[in-house]
């Protein structure tokens, strides 16, 4: 549908993240909560990156300990909260269009609170209260500890923000109770916040100072997570490859290639995947350690942005092109059966003609097994939109994105086909979208393969998958052996 409809193609991103607002609970997320129901109920939708899916576990487990219960019906509940994402408009209207809802079920069921957390709070702070006459709360992603006092004071009436952004929070301590979950797989946020300040984005001004979280918990989560049945997780952050934590005791410094190791051997059968990784930061430490345990999948979200040196510099991602094929190459030496994916930006301030071919051509060139790609949306208070004009017109923007999205298309096709005769060792996830006699997991390069069931296997279980076809965005494959 998106392929052939240039102006769909950019939102597709945001067309899956408002799909991914919608809410499951794992059965046993109650399991481990201690304080008994106040009988009270919230309702969660969480939008934009895998960081903001984790926080929404975080506040779960906040609001559970003070009696609140998770419900996957907003109409029953006492509380509707959303976390909120700012890195383009777009994913803003989709608040906004949510808050539209979200009001009309307060007109309905007066005495419904409604609370906006995460990037949009910060970016808007007090002025939601403003715009939005109906929010009660505004939280900003450092706050999530002042919900109680901040759900207390609605309660009474009160209307209340909370946007200070904080140098030490990580919520180590703090065990998530896992939303919307396969019981598979699960996220575990290992840092906050970002030092860097590429010039399109929001994020450093809306999460903060970048903080690394204490590795021992980090490993005791993961733990956990194995004993409660999953199978796999995925290190969060916004740039791993700068996670650096000290130990306060010893002065031992954990780099990110050390955490990696140390959530490998928590058990040969965890997966361990991570997201994202910048190009400036990767080190061969950290490929060595991925090639050197199997179950660390092989896979790397390594977002180049744009393909010319003169546009990342203006983007200030502070690599050029060649640093970044530098990358690219080592990667693919060190982890050769690793598979790449990007992140791509379409018609940045300034963008030449030449300077978007040569991100065409990246595309080609690095083998991407997928991208994630968007046209630049200018962010207020970002540097780009401080120093230089958002000047390609919109109709340019998107006709870049298309070429690059008809490009990533057919390398992610030619990459599926080469697939096909292999065998890959897959983490069953669950039923297939189409049918229940089929499963769905993902290989360790992070491709979807769809296979028949075979009696005895379940979610959780690894199955030998042999690939029999491909599309550019999922394998089809059957049970086999190595
Ligand atoms: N406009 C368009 N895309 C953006 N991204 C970040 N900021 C913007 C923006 N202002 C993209 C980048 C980033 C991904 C999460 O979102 O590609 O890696
Ligand atoms: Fe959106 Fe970025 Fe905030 Fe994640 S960190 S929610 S992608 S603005």
Redesign the pocket.
């Known amino acids: 549908m998106y392929d052939n409809n240039p102006t769909l193609v950019g939102i597709k991103k945001e067309i899956d993240e408002a799909k991914q607002g919608q809410v499951f609970y794992d059965e046993k997320a109650l399991a481990n909560v201690e304080k008994p129901s106040n009988g009270k109920h919230f309702y969660i939708e969480s939008y934009g990156?895998q960081m903001n899916f984790s926080d929404s576990e975080i506040v779960a487990s906040i609001l559970s300990e003070v009696g609140y219960r998770p419900t996957r019906a907003m109409e029953e509940a006492d509380l509707i909260l959303v976390n909120t994402c700012s890195?383009?408009e777009k994913a803003e209207e989709t608040v906004r269009q949510r808050l539209r809802i979200f009001d009309k079920m307060k007109r309905q069921r007066p005495g419904t609170m409604v609370g906006v957390l995460g990037c949009m709070a910060e970016r808007l702070k007090a002025k939601f209260l403003e715009e939005e006459k109906l929010v009660d709360m505004v939280i900003g992603p450092d706050a999530y500890r002042d919900l109680p006092n901040l759900v207390a004071g609605a309660e009474e009436g009160e209307r209340g923000v909370n946007v200070l952004l904080s140098r030490e929070e990580t919520y180590a301590d703090i065990s998530p109770m896992r939303l919307d979950s396969n019981g598979v797989s699960a996220f575990i946020s290992i840092m906050r916040g970002c030092n860097n300040m590429c010039s399109?984005?929001?994020v450093p001004f809306t999460r903060g100072r970048e903080r690394s979280r204490d590795c021992f918990s980090i490993v005791s989560e993961a733990q956990d997570l194995y004993e409660r049945g999953y199978r796999e997780v995925t290190l969060l952050g916004q740039n791993v490859d700068s996670y650096r934590w000290e130990n306060p005791e010893t002065q031992e410094v954990v780099n990110f290639a050390n955490l990696l190791e140390m959530v490998a051997l928590v058990h040969p059968d965890m997966r361990v995947r991570f997201s994202t990784s910048h190009p400036k930061d990767i080190t061969d430490e950290v490929l060595h350690t991925i090639a050197r345990y199997e179950n660390i999948c092989k896979y790397i979200h390594l977002?180049v942005?744009s393909g010319n040196s003169v546009v990342l510099e203006r983007m200030n991602r502070t690599y050029d092109r060649e640093w970044y094929m530098e990358r690219v190459q080592a990667i693919y030496r060190i982890i050769p059966e690793c598979a790449i994916s990007s992140?791509?930006?379409a018609g940045f301030c300034g963008e030449l003609e030449h300077e978007h071919k040569e991100t065409v051509s990246m595309v080609e060139w690095a083998n991407y097994s997928m991208s994630?790609m968007?046209?630049?949306?200018?962010?207020p208070g970002t540097l780009a939109a401080r120093k230089y004009p958002d000047d390609v017109p919109m109709e340019v923007k998107k006709r870049r994105l298309q070429e690059i999205v008809d490009k990533q298309n057919e390398v992610s096709l030619r990459h599926n086909k080469a697939d096909i005769g292999k065998t890959f060792k897959v983490l069953i996830e669950g039923d297939s979208k189409k049918s229940d006699r089929q499963f769905k997991g993902r290989n360790s390069q992070n491709k979807m393969i769809v296979f028949p069931k075979v009696n005895g296997l379940k979610p959780g279980d690894y199955a030998w998958v042999k690939v029999t076809g491909a599309t550019s965005a999922t394998l089809m494959g059957e049970v086999s052996f190595p």
């Open positions: 990156c890195i383009r399109f984005c929001v977002p942005q992140d791509i930006i994630y968007f046209f630049y949306s200018e962010r």
